[in-house]
């Protein structure tokens, strides 16, 4: 399979160092103490396994560097994204933070999950606006600890998605407009119906509380990765963009536990939903101005978050932006599998940072001002799996089950 080449925007960081200390101010929104409490948690969730690593050397010959690892999130909890860890980790502490204030009980994941205090907290409602995986891992969280969950959508979510959300339990709102309108409406709803606000980002309202939460079950990938990576640490690190919380996690936790030896991050967005390019370009959080429907459906915000904006404005090296083309093409070569690597199973977002990539490695202009060479040593995000079963199969042309097979 031939690679094809897209155009990338690129934009360095100029406020991203390797010498600034991760201080105070990061550490409030991301540390490893608040790691290790989610760590504790999550690892006791039924079903919890570290999710592969999986090494790419067909491809990261094509690409030229010396090699490519794929942390490959479509394995998460049945879940197929690395969501499941950030809003379901915010239900349970929701949940925790309500059985102690009003009931002086505390309450461990496993009590709620064997029953334990579901009089205190099934009339309780969380709530979410979401493009599909965090809401899906909200309303999973709220059925499994015990609780009751409302869902925004907004009008471009699939049906799919909608149906794969909806069979947690949850109940569904359909928002007019885009993904920036649900989640304004879901957190003006919430504040007027006493419901508790499980968002990933809060540039709609709510506090700042749950999307600390969120982006904290986010770092047990990241740890899991600093574990599996047996030939040293990468030089670079490709992730994906959306509203900027697992981008920040990512960068967050890394600068966090390696310091000045941290690699270099590359974060990947679409064109057409590139706020944090404009973030960065601007150096302040810059919205959107126009709609942002992409193809790339798990990536369409508009404004990055409040609180990924600290971590991203000196830890975010390089910013990517591809049109919504080069994620189709990377969802299919990700499933042909390159030279005799494995077949993956890659999302419409899910693969946005191994185009980014791709495009990267094929232009020399972009190659060169990212440093990629034959030295480089490349882990890429693979965020998401089929999460709509039928744009995947429509796009690869074998559904999702067929490609993880072999066939």
Known sequence: MDLAPFEARHLHNE???????????EQAILSRQAFAEAMAEIGSWPGYAPTPLVTLPGLARRL???SLDYKDESKRFGLMSFKALGGAYAV????????GSHHDVKATAADLIAGQHRDKIEDLTVAAATDGNHGRSVAWGAQMFGCQCKIYLHAHVSLEREREIAKYGAQIVRVKGGYDDSVRDCASDAERNGWHLVADTNSGGGSAEMPTLVMQGYTVMV???LE????GMPSHVFVQGGVGGLAAAVAGHLWETLGAKRPRIVVVEPTKADCIYRSIEA??????PHAVDTFMACLAAGEIAPLAWPILRYAADDILTLPDEAAPEAMRLLAAGIDGDPGLVSGESGCAAVAGLVAAALDQRVRAALGLDARSRIVAIGSEGA???ATYTRVVGRSAQAVAAGR
């Not at 406020?15 to 101010?25: D, H, I, K, N, V």
């Not at 349970?92 to 059985?99: D, I």
């Not at 599996?228 to 030939?231: E, G, M, V």
Request: aromatic letters at 6%.
């Open 15 to 25: 406020q991203a160092t390797f010498e600034r200390s991760y201080g105070a101010a």
């Open 283 to 288: 150096g302040r959080p810059t919205p959107v």
């Open 228 to 231: 599996q990576l047996k030939a």
């Open 64 to 66: 030229g560097i010396a």
């Open 92 to 99: 349970l502490r929701v949940l925790q933070q309500q059985l």
């Open 387 to 389: 999460t709509d079963p």
């Open 223 to 225: 740890e899991e990765m």
